[in-house]
Each structure stands twice: as C-alpha cells, then as structure tokens.
C-alpha cells in the first residue's frame, strides 16, 4: 500500500476571510506601530512575542527587540526581500521546512511547534520557511502561552497584533476545520 504525506490547502472562501485582520490593526509609520506594539506587550506581559512575514520580523528586531520566534520566507510581496546580513544572527536556533503557498503540511506545523516549545526555554528561534510563510501563524497562535502576542503584517496597511487567549483557539480550529481541505500533494499518491 502506498502512502501520500496529507497537506491542509486553504479554500478560495478561507482566503477571502484572511483578508480582515484578526487582531488589532496599527495603521501607524513602522516606528510608531512598533512603539505601540511594545506598550502592549508590556501591559499583557506578554510571555511570547511570534512574529510571522519578513518586514514585520525585521522592524519589530530592528526597532525594539527580537522576537522570541520569527518565522520567515525571505520574499515580499512575492519578491526576494532584503535583509540586512546580520537579522539572522539575532536568533540562537533556525529552524527551516517547506511550505507550499495556501497549504499547510504536517512538517511546517510541527515545525512551529518546535520553535514555540524552544523559545519557552529561553531560547529566540527563527523558522525558515521555503514556499509561504503566511498560513503558519495558524499553528504558531495555537501553539504559544496566553496572553502572548503575534504580529504579522497586512500589506502595505498595517501591523497586526494579535493577543493569544483561550477564547482565540477554538474559533480558530473551527476555521480550520470549515475553510481547509484535506489534499494529497500535486503529484503524489
């Protein structure tokens, strides 16, 4: 019998809800939504700062603090981005998997599980991603502790921050449940 590594791909309709921020949206210049990001972090007392796309992870390092996990796909907008040399060696672990654009495999999810359970003990983990990033803020929000803050950024809009709370995971395994399909990767079993 054969056996085929399963991916969750986002529908057509799951794309269209992604569109709406889930979170706050800071419609701020990068330095003043950064400023506001670490007001929030310090009244949460966030336990975890996660951040998740290229730009965001680089304005929230180079402006504040590095974040306890990065996860990245070294492109914007589709283009190669430019990071300076030295954003890398901010981090103590990186970690890498692939993860094609609208899916998300069982690798890249237990991936940020990984960096998450790492950057509990202390440790600031960047994930490589190869394909997108994007869609792993899904497992990176249920992964991380209460009260912990995730930050990604909405093009050319906004800095998302997003509070991790009990009442956040079960809408967000319903909205997995309802808006992926269970797929066999292109060309496999």
């Given at each position: ?18 569109k709406v921020p889930c979170g706050y ?32 992870s680089y304005n929230v390092s180079a ?127």
């Amino acid at each position: 019998m054969e056996t085929a590594t399963l991916v969750l791909k986002l529908s057509e309709r799951g794309r269209t809800v992604l569109k709406v921020p889930c979170g706050y949206a800071v419609r701020k210049p990068p330095r003043e939504a950064i400023e506001l990001l670490l007001a929030i972090k310090e009244y949460v007392r966030a336990p975890m700062l996660i951040t998740v796309g290229d730009i965001v992870s680089y304005n929230v390092s180079a402006q504040a603090c590095t974040p306890d996990v990065a996860i990245v796909d070294e492109r914007t907008q589709r283009a190669p981005a430019q990071m300076p040399p030295d954003f890398t060696s901010q981090f103590d672990i990186a970690l890498s998997c692939d993860n094609p654009p609208g899916t998300l495999t069982p690798v890249s999810w237990g991936t940020v599980y990984l960096a998450v359970l790492m950057a509990l003990s202390g440790k600031k983990v960047l994930v490589l991603v190869r394909g997108e990033e994007d869609l792993l803020a899904i497992p990176a929000a249920l992964a991380a502790p209460p009260r912990s803050l995730l930050i990604y950024g909405l093009r050319d809009e906004a800095l998302v921050v997003l509070p991790i709370t009990e009442y956040l995971r079960k809408p967000l395994k319903e909205f997995v449940a309802k808006y992926f399909e269970i797929v066999a990767p292109v060309g496999k079993g």
